[in-house]
């Protein structure tokens, strides 16, 4: 299975951009679909953004589309989460996460991925 790390968390202030990479490794990158989730204390564990393995089909969540974009580097082993107009409600812990599928589906519940990251934190002042 592939490991994720991701990095790139902080706390910034309502308005602000933040981005955030996942740095994969132990696998062959482009044979899995990536995506990111969050988790708010409290609450599940909720989609955010998915990737297919070329790049070419994205998903977000309702939440966050048109302020979200997720992108992947093939070359570099890399997906990355640019999170601009950051609101409070943002706020949560962040996971890179990756499931092995050769379709372009983008899976967007938790149990259909099976390697996670450890998670990073973002905070969102109001």
Not at 12 to 39: E, H, K, P
Not at 82 to 92: C, G, V
Request: aromatic share 10%; proline share 2%.
């Amino acid at each position: 299975q592939v490991q994720l790390v991701e990095s790139g968390g902080g706390l910034v202030q309502a308005g602000d951009s933040l981005r955030l990479s996942c740095a994969t490794s132990g696998g062959t990158f482009t044979n899995y679909i990536m995506g990111w989730f969050r988790q708010a204390p409290g609450k599940e564990r909720q989609f955010v953004a998915g990737i297919s393995t070329s790049g070419g089909r994205l998903a977000y969540a309702d939440s966050v589309k048109g302020r979200f974009t997720i992108s992947r580097d093939n070359a570099k082993n890399t997906v990355d989460l640019q999170m601009n107009s950051l609101k409070a409600e943002d706020t949560a812990v962040y996971y890179c996460a990756a499931v092995y599928r050769l379709t372009i589906m983008i899976p967007r519940t938790s149990d259909e991925y099976n390697s996670w990251g450890q998670g990073t934190q973002v905070t969102v002042s109001s």
